[in-house]
């Protein structure tokens, strides 16, 4: 898993509030042209965007702010069980010290910050927030694994991209096409119950959630499927790649051509075409599963 693409409205703040929570500003950049057109789908196509890294190098986000064509508004703070990608999970060490901070920047807690534990048996805390433009996260800190003592030596709380959450109606064609590209399975349960709807800000939750993760291991997709409340949205709206919010997951390979055979064959359309970027990388976006947007990237040399 490369990054996770959000296009926002304001970058200067988005930035700054991703810096906040502990990651790192790695480059801003202006792409138009072209081979942009062509990756994503769109005409005329021109954006600012910052790339922010988590401090281990493992995850990664790509702010996009779209000058031309402006960004869509149809999936501003929308509700945690909307289909499509919904929040991405940091882990961190001090998860009080991080949502102070951020709610001094305008973040909200959907609900209360809660105890789980996970399908492996490990403790957690966790808490779901609502940051810049509507964009839902959630913070993790597993109970036990630092002293109180060893936190408060650090000025602010190390981060670390934990997974990506995508709401999903047909959980097995999901788990089929991120099979196919390549994710292993790493396990299945069921959520249900007062604390879960505390989390999320939702009441009578019930869902199956299927955690698949990368080879490497630094990569992880939780896909959920709402029995209670039912999921919102319709499967077949296809909301455009300049759509404010978490818009697609990048994923690296090493065959782009055999990836997109593979994946248009379990259903995905490419949704431009795939494009060389300079003697760096070939790239393309397709549409997965329920619209997902999927982005591949192959480097070259």
């Not at 709610?103 to 609900?111: N, S």
Request: glycine share 10%.
């Amino acid at each position: 898993m490369d990054n996770i693409g959000i296009v926002v409205e304001d970058l200067k703040s988005a930035i700054a509030f991703f810096v906040e929570l502990g990651l790192e500003l790695e480059n801003e950049m202006t792409v138009e042209g072209q081979w942009v057109d062509r990756v994503v789908g769109l005409n005329g196509v021109r954006t600012d965007i910052a790339m922010m890294r988590t401090p281990d190098g493992h995850g990664k986000l790509e702010l996009m702010k779209f000058q031309k064509p402006t960004a869509t508004t149809t999936e501003v703070n929308v509700q945690v069980n909307t289909l499509g990608i919904r929040r991405i999970m940091f882990a961190v060490k001090d998860l009080d010290d991080v949502v102070a901070r951020l709610q001094k920047r305008g973040a909200k807690l959907l609900g209360g910050v809660e105890k789980f534990v996970d399908m492996n048996q490990v403790g957690y805390r966790l808490g779901y927030l609502r940051g810049p433009e509507g964009i839902i996260f959630g913070l993790a800190e597993q109970i036990g694994n630092r002293s109180t003592a060893d936190v408060k030596k650090s000025k602010k709380s190390e981060v670390q991209m934990d997974n990506v959450l995508i709401v999903v109606d047909d959980l097995e064609a999901a788990k089929s096409f991120f099979t196919e590209l390549g994710l292993d399975p790493e396990g299945e349960t069921n959520v249900e119950g007062p604390e879960v709807g505390s989390l999320i800000g939702l009441k009578d939750v019930r869902a199956t959630l299927s955690v698949l993760r990368t080879p490497d291991g630094h990569g992880r997709i939780e896909l959920d499927k709402f029995h209670t409340p039912k999921a919102i949205g319709s499967v077949s709206v296809a909301a455009p790649s300049n759509t404010l919010g978490i818009r697609r997951v990048m994923f690296a390979v090493d065959d782009i051509d055999d990836a997109v055979a593979r994946l248009l064959a379990h259903g995905a359309e490419l949704m431009g075409e795939v494009v060389q970027y300079e003697d760096t990388y070939r790239l393309c976006y397709l549409r997965g599963p329920e619209g997902i947007i999927v982005g591949l990237a192959e480097e070259l040399g």
